[in-house]
Every structure is written in structure tokens, then in C-alpha cells.
């Protein structure tokens, strides 16, 4: 599930559940991996409600080839970070042995998200833009967890 509010930037608990082989559309390796968040078990809303977030699940995507801004150097950054083996940075078939069922400290943060027309839609020119409610606002779809290999801080404790 995806954050039902925004999570402020800070350090979580998070576990590693799954982690597949895919492709990104250039025809690079990939590792689709998914995480949940552990702790803190919940956090307070503007509102000053609390609200649970452990449980919440996000993906990130780690692409196993070299390239100029990002890719394989970030794996093995990453994967030194969180105590994997020197291999599991190099080589995407370990990376998905080691990194399932980790506890990551990681530094996350959150971005709202907003509804789309899809490409089907009967009015090709809507395609692809925001859904306005009738005073002209975006409607939002909720809040995507934003997890940057970068901000990795180790393995939990």
C-alpha cells in the first residue's frame, strides 16, 4: 500500500521483502525490490492525529549497469552500506539473494501524487493530464514513499 499521508524526511526502519529480476526500458538488468516500513509503528498527522505507517510498502529500483548519473555504482554503494557482500554490488543475482529480509535504516521521505487521465481515454487530448475537480485543483491519489539509494544510513540494529 502506498503512504496514506505525507511522511516527513527523517530516518526509518525498514525490511527488504522481495527483490525479482526486471528490465528497464532501455533492456537494462534491474532489481525490483520491495521494501516495508518497520518503525516508528505510526507518526502524527498535521492535524496532530496519529496515524500507523508500519506496514506501509514501497519499491525502489536497482539497475545493474553502468551508466553516467546513476546504476551499478549506486548498487555497490548501496550494498557496502547495508552490510552485503563486495559481490551482491557487482553482481544482480546475488544482490537479490542477500537483500531480502534486511532491516535498512534508511532516510525516507514522501511526494502526493495526483490522478491521471490514461492514454485510453476517450478524449485523446486529456491523455496523460491531471483530473481537475471543478474548481480547478488536482485530485490527489495519495502519497508515494520517496526512498533515494543515497540516503541508505545501514543495517538496523
Known sequence: R?????????LYTVR????????????????????????PESIVAGDGSKVMIAGTKFRVWFLHEPTADWGQDRVAEFAGKIGLSEEAGYVSETFREEVVGKLIQWILSSEETFQ?????????????????????????????????IVDAVGLAD
Open 116 to 148: 491521471l487521465y490514461g492514454k485510453n481515454d476517450p478524449d485523446p487530448d486529456k491523455a496523460g493530464k491531471f483530473i481537475l475537480k471543478p474548481d480547478g485543483s488536482k485530485i490527489s491519489s495519495g502519497y508515494r514513499v520517496k526512498a533515494e
Open 2 to 10: 502506498s503512504a496514506r499521508i505525507g511522511i516527513p524526511r527523517d
Open 16 to 39: 527488504c521483502l522481495k527483490s525479482e529480476k526486471g528490465q528497464s526500458a532501455k533492456g537494462f538488468e534491474m532489481s525490483v525490490t520491495d521494501f516495508e516500513i518497520i518503525s
